[in-house]
């Protein structure tokens, strides 16, 4: 069978990348109309991720990207987005799907279905293994980031953090080690599994011998200007 129809429970389930192909649509526009019908199902009440089973694929690139595995009755409630004369052809697809499986071996069928779980289990653990930190996390790891270099810097009254050229070269230079640690070129690149372990990072980083004299330097000024004072 296609590689965009999968077999689960006995039951034939369609890729969203095949939808896409099906209506002559970019797959991004098909992912996006499932997100809305999600959302409108649940806000009726319904629970939209029995019929769109989010899933993932493995690009040309070698990248895990987002795509949905939906039911029969999935397919049909994203059709019914699109115009009659597609809708149809939709359905004749799903039953020539439907039939080719009925027509598989009992053996054939079974080895279908385990082929299909072991794919699934591969194409989740690729995912975990690709993605990256969310906005929100990417947030978190500035507030973090600002905290931190207050604090190597004296805090909000010194000298040192009044110094904006001293604390700039700061977090350029945070950053930079933070970067060259994770092996990333940008921290909005951070594995999602490495995040706790970003956290610590910053938490626990320390400037160089030579921004950290400077800092020493700046606040001792600071200190001599208010006892002479």
């Not at 019908?37 to 009440?45: C, D, H, P, R």
């Not at 977090?171 to 372990?197: G, L, Q, R």
Request: contains cysteine; aromatic residues 8%; positive net charge.
């Amino acid at each position: 069978m296609n590689e965009l129809v999968k077999v689960k429970n006995g039951e034939v389930q369609i890729d969203s990348r095949m939808i896409a192909k099906h209506f002559g649509k970019e797959h991004k526009n098909v992912l996006r109309d499932i997100q809305d019908e999600i959302s409108k199902l649940e806000y009726g009440g319904l629970e939209g991720k029995l019929i769109f089973e989010p899933s993932s694929y493995i690009s040309q690139q070698n990248k895990a990207l987002p795509c949905y595995t939906m039911t029969e009755e999935g397919a049909l409630q994203l059709a019914a987005r699109y115009d009659a004369v597609a809708r149809r052809k939709l359905i004749m697809l799903i039953k020539e799907l439907k039939q080719q499986f009925k027509k598989l071996s009992p053996l054939e069928q079974l080895r279908l279905q385990y082929e299909v779980m072991e794919n699934h289990e591969e194409r989740l653990l690729n995912l975990e293994n690709t993605m990256t930190i969310d906005y929100g996390q990417q947030q978190d790891l500035q507030t973090i980031s600002k905290k931190r270099v207050l604090e190597c810097l004296g805090g909000k009254e010194s000298r040192a953090y009044k110094s904006k050229g001293l604390a700039a070269r700061m977090f350029s230079s945070m950053w930079k080690d933070f970067k060259d640690y994770f092996e990333i070129n940008s921290y909005k690149n951070t594995p999602k599994k490495e995040i706790a372990a970003a956290i610590d990072f910053i938490k626990g980083w320390q400037p160089n011998g030579k921004l950290q004299r400077e800092i020493e330097r700046s606040n001792l000024e600071t200190n001599l200007f208010e006892e002479v004072v």
